[in-house]
Each structure stands twice: as C-alpha cells, then as structure tokens.
C-alpha cells in the first residue's frame, strides 16, 4: 500500500513523488497496475493548485481501477475549510477573521482554487471518507482523537461527516474545523502509545496512519531532510506528512504488508 501525506496545492511535487515510486508516468497515466494508494486529505491551500491535484486524483481513481487497482482519498481540514468558505461565505464562524471565507483565506486559501471549485469538484470532496480501514490500518488525516465524537465505527464517523458537509448546518461545521485543528495527540512519549491504542482498538487497524501534522515539526528536523514515513507512539502511528509546502521534497511511501 503506498501512501501520500498533505498536498497542499503542491501539485508538481505530488506528481514527481508519484513518479517516483512508479505509481504514475511522465504523462500522469496510472502505471501503479494492482496496487493501492491513498492520498491522506488537505489538498487545498498554502500552496498554487489544489484543482489540479484532485481533478488528477478523480482521473487516477477511474484509471487504478480499469487497471485493477485503487485509488483512495481522505478528507482533511482544508478540505472541510474551502468547502465551507464556498457554501458560508461571510457567514460567522470561530475561526480567524469571524467568517468562513477569512478562517479559509487565513489559512492560505488561494483565491484560483475557490473559483474553479465546481459542483462536480465539491461534490467529490464532500463524499470523501474521513477514516478508512485498509491493509490492516486505520488511515486518519488528523493525529488527534475527536473523530470518536462522531462515531464509535469508521463507517458511523463516515456516515456523520458527510451528512454534515452536505449540510447547511454552519455550526456543525464550525464545530467540525474546531476539532480538526486539534493535533499533536500521540506525540507525547509516554501518553502518545495509549492514546493511539485506545483509538485502534475503537475502529481496529494495527496501525494508525495519518497526516496533518508536517513530519519535520514532529520530529524536530528541517523540511528538507524529510524523505520517508515516520513511525512513533511504539511503532503504533505514522506520520506521512513530508510538509511539502514548507519545503519538504514529498514522497508517497510503500507500507509494507500488514499481516491480516
Ligand atoms: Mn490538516
């Protein structure tokens, strides 16, 4: 299974860290044959082209399975983030600036993804599963605890979320951004391996797999060094996040198989 963390608009880098783990070719096309990706949310601002990095996730997803593959994709906060700005606008929100659009814009919103979010985008977007079990792994984008809010089953947390962005419902979303900015919540040395623990045994998987949080900020290292996973909490979680848009190079890493 490989695995690529916050793309952030860093459409180039995706493609070359895409490349070069021969999941796709100079074209774009899927090369990747059988095997499973998972993009892990966040594909929108701080960075130029979030359109451009899901309008090539929906062809790749359509083409990994014609191959015998799949594609899969998460929904991060500046997923819920754009949508929010789009449909609530200058309504209020807790975020920054009081409103939707300023918490959006303040987060490095780019003014071109906005635009060219069309419904046919959107909708995609909101149909994106916030969980997923595959492999033997729990995939979240966040490294934090508050999708047991929402369910005590990944399909019930799914099943929750998406009713809630395809809701008109803003202070449901805002709660929603308020505890998807939460992070951080396995780091601790001592706590970090019981808390991840205790969400595993909750919707299963050996192993926690997440975003959301930059692997340089984690581990204390410079961006640029990052060029694979890490793996912490007693080997129980892994950051894939190589915070591309501080400067990280990307990567999309091969997990090995997880005995079922
Ligand atoms: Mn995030």
């Not at 895409?18 to 095997?35: E, F, N, T």
């Amino acid at each position: 299974m490989y695995v690529i963390g916050d793309v952030h608009g860093q459409y180039d880098k995706m493609t070359a860290a895409l490349c070069a783990a021969g999941l796709i070719d100079q074209a774009h096309q899927w090369r990747g044959g059988a095997a499973v990706l998972w993009f892990m949310g966040d594909y929108f601002d701080r960075g130029p082209d979030g359109i451009a990095a899901i309008d090539l996730i929906m062809a790749l997803q359509t083409e990994a399975t014609a191959a015998g593959g799949r594609v899969g994709a998460l929904i991060g906060n500046h997923d819920v983030l754009i949508l929010a700005a789009q449909r609530f606008a200058e309504r209020p929100s807790g975020g920054p600036g009081g409103t939707f659009l300023s918490a959006w814009r303040q987060n490095g919103g780019e003014e071109q993804d906005l635009a060219r979010l069309t419904p046919a985008r959107a909708d995609w977007l909101r149909a994106l599963p916030a969980l997923a079990l595959d492999g033997g792994r729990l995939l979240a984008h966040a490294d934090a605890t508050f999708y047991q809010v929402y369910g005590r089953t990944v399909a019930a947390v799914n099943r929750r979320i998406r009713d809630i962005l395809h809701s008109h419902d803003d202070r449901a979303w805002d709660q929603l951004l308020d505890y998807f900015s939460q992070r951080r919540a396995f780091q601790d040395r001592d706590l970090g391996p019981a808390r991840v623990g205790r969400v595993l045994a909750l919707y299963g998987g050996r192993q926690l797999v997440h975003g959301h949080t930059p692997i340089a900020k984690l581990a204390g290292c410079a961006p640029r060094d990052v060029d694979g996973p890490l793996v912490y909490a007693g080997g129980l979680a892994i950051d894939v996040d190589a915070g591309m848009y501080l400067g990280g190079r990307g990567f999309a890493a091969c997990l090995p198989e997880e005995e079922k």
